[in-house]
């Protein structure tokens, strides 16, 4: 997801681990937002369902740096 700091998009990386996929990449340019996103979605995750594994991957940086995107 991309800028996964705002409630919008927090919500829709909720609906998503709900789909049980199997890596969740959370892209944010502001280390405090991608913190709270990583951290409030770590905690859901646990609550919905601990034995489905999702593997998420915060990344601090902008989606314009195509080598980190790869």
Do not use: T
């Amino acid at each position: 997801m991309i800028g996964d700091g705002g409630s919008i998009v927090s919500d829709l990386c909720v609906q998503i681990i709900k789909l049980k996929l199997k890596k969740l990449l959370l892209v944010e340019m502001d280390e405090y937002a991608l913190y709270s996103s990583h951290s409030q979605l770590e905690r859901i995750w646990d609550i919905l369902d601990n034995l489905n594994v999702v593997h998420m991957l915060p990344l601090l940086a902008p989606v314009q740096d195509k080598d980190r995107m790869l």
